[in-house]
């Protein structure tokens, strides 16, 4: 079986733990939605493509979040302290979390580190790295045989391979 050893707290924010791999996942499929949808109207733009990808990332968490204690309200049956709703915001912060390598490589493409294009292509690569990564991540945490892992990594893979066709049929 595939395995990545980090350093424990490293491993932990960068690949996630049991609670925040499905944020990680969302996360990032959001991230590459948007980047999807708005890479050819805002390819010489992109600073107002990251901002769009910032702003609908934390919408969709503060979405998530509300909705969320919306749900442990009513299971619960009682209203929420602030505490508590903090503590889930903390708990699903994975999601904006997701958003940062491909906003950083936009970033860069902004500054001319990297040409538009390169960039736009970089950021998708690095949420279809990190679909592949949660895929082992949670193999290895569910203790998946190889075959299951196969399928798992496949499944986020063919996820994210899906958007990024998307992102090629819309620009071309």
């Known amino acids: 079986m595939l395995r990545i050893d980090l350093p424990s707290e490293?491993?932990?924010?960068?690949?996630?733990?049991?609670?925040?791999?499905?944020?990680?996942?969302?996360?990032?499929?959001?991230?590459?939605?948007?980047?999807?949808?708005g890479a050819s109207a805002n390819e010489h733009d992109l600073w107002q493509l990251d901002a769009?990808?910032?702003?609908?990332?934390?919408?969709?968490?503060?979405?998530?979040?509300?909705?969320?204690?919306?749900?442990?309200?009513?299971?619960?049956?009682?209203?929420?302290?602030a505490p508590e709703l903090a503590a889930i915001a903390r708990r699903e912060l994975s999601i904006p979390l997701a958003a940062v390598l491909p906003m950083t490589v936009i970033a860069l493409g902004a500054l001319d580190v990297f040409q538009h294009r390169t960039a736009l292509w970089l950021a998708l690569g690095s949420g279809v790295a990190t679909l592949t990564a949660q895929g082992v991540r949670y193999a290895q945490?569910?203790?998946?045989?190889?075959?299951?892992?196969?399928?798992?990594?496949?499944?986020?893979?063919v996820l994210g391979l899906v958007i990024v066709a998307l992102k090629a049929i819309v620009v071309h």
């Open 141 to 157: 945490l569910e203790h998946l045989s190889r075959t299951a892992t196969i399928g798992t990594v496949a499944l986020n893979l």
């Open 52 to 81: 769009i990808i910032g702003v609908s990332v934390v919408i969709l968490w503060l979405a998530h979040v509300y909705s969320q204690g919306l749900g442990e309200s009513l299971d619960s049956g009682r209203r929420l302290t």
């Open 10 to 37: 490293l491993n932990r924010l960068v690949l996630g733990d049991r609670e925040r791999i499905a944020g990680t996942v969302y996360g990032t499929i959001v991230v590459l939605a948007s980047l999807t949808a």
